[in-house]
């Protein structure tokens, strides 16, 4: 996909909460019914409230607007965390600006969140004395990922819209580099994506999906 494929409109939820749209994919990065309380439920409820651990490592796949590592960062106050994030495409800082997560999820954290993706890409960042992110530029299918993960929130575009990124290699890699009891969440809940999962060597459920979504997939490596 070349860079100027990903022209992208901003445009508001049903929960009055931004995403972008994508015209050339005609593809949103959230759900048009609400993209924290999206994030929430696939990322948050569905993946790291389940896992009781700390220190805990996550690794994300399409780090997108950041709405992901924004409600990891509010959510794990008293944990700490190393969050390891990739992205091909990064955001204009006109589009980062005018998202209002900083003050939509927590009024009076817009700083917080713009130091996000303020942080300098391809290194170890230091957001408080907890958290660590390390955004990581490039293809999730080619870059070299990082070990002992805990988490995996699979956050890519849709499979019909971005096959390349929903293959049986990624899924097997992601399986050898993850802990034990690890989860990997996403909000597609596609037979051929669970199949992939399963064949990796997760144990695949489908789950209740946020508003709009009937399911979403949970893997767990066992």
Request: hydrophobic share 35%; proline share 5%; aromatic share 10%.
């Amino acid at each position: 996909m070349e860079k100027k494929e990903l022209s992208r409109e901003l445009q508001i939820t049903a929960d009055g909460s931004h995403t972008l749209f994508v015209p050339a994919m005609d593809e949103h990065y959230h759900s048009v019914n609400g993209a924290v309380q999206e994030s929430k439920h696939v990322f948050i409820e569905a993946g790291l409230k389940q896992l009781d651990r700390d220190p805990i490592r996550i690794f994300e796949v399409g780090f997108g607007t950041g709405l992901n590592v924004f409600l990891t960062l509010l959510e794990t106050e008293h944990r700490t965390v190393e969050y390891f994030t990739i992205e091909q495409y990064p955001l204009e800082e006109q589009l980062i600006h005018a998202l209002n997560y900083g003050e939509r999820v927590l009024s009076g954290k817009t700083d917080l969140f713009l130091s996000l993706h303020q942080a300098e890409w391809n290194r170890s960042v230091p957001i408080n004395d907890s958290f660590t992110l390390h955004k990581m530029h490039g293809d999730s299918n080619t870059a070299s990922l990082p070990g002992q993960i805990d988490l995996v929130y699979f956050d890519a575009f849709a499979p019909d819209k971005q096959p390349d990124m929903w293959n049986q290699e990624i899924f097997n890699k992601l399986y050898k580099q993850m802990t034990s009891g690890g989860i990997l969440t996403t909000y597609c809940a596609k037979g051929v994506v669970r199949r992939m999962l399963q064949t990796a060597g997760f144990t695949v459920e489908r789950i209740p999906g946020p508003p709009g979504k009937r399911e979403m997939l949970r893997a767990i490596k066992v």
